[in-house]
């Protein structure tokens, strides 16, 4: 069974930088394809950044540039790096697995809060 947990989340300015984390039981970095996902309070769950297996990386058009995804596999960790915040920001951000050939994010981690405020 896969886990995923989060962490690295918390309080910032606005302008300020955070890095999540989420760290993977067994050895499944290097071959799922692995997500960040965030839900903001009354919105739905959106797609952040992905990276695949060969390392491919896809953004939001929300946080392109601001935002980096990398992983290590050597730890099993996906990282998302967070700069230039803003408030719109805010949410629960979500740790998610894809399994190379399936097209669902069956494997979801419990979240960790991102709040971005003054």
């Known amino acids: 069974q896969v886990q995923l947990v989060e962490s690295g989340g918390g309080l910032v300015q606005p302008g300020g930088s955070l890095r999540l984390s989420c760290a993977a039981s067994?050895?499944?970095?290097?071959?799922?394809?692995m997500a960040w996902y965030r839900q903001a309070p009354g919105k739905q769950r959106e797609l952040v950044a992905a990276v695949t297996s060969k390392g491919s990386t896809n953004y939001a058009d929300s946080v392109k540039g601001r935002f980096i995804i990398s992983r290590d596999n050597a730890k099993n960790t996906v990282y998302l790096q967070m700069n230039s915040l803003k408030p719109e920001d805010t949410a629960v951000y979500y740790c998610?697995?894809?399994?190379?050939?399936?097209?669902?994010?069956?494997?979801w981690g419990q979240g960790t809060q991102v709040t971005v405020s003054s």
């Open positions: 998610s697995a894809r399994r190379a050939d399936s097209v669902y994010w069956a494997y």
């Open positions: 067994g050895s499944i970095v290097s071959i799922y394809s």
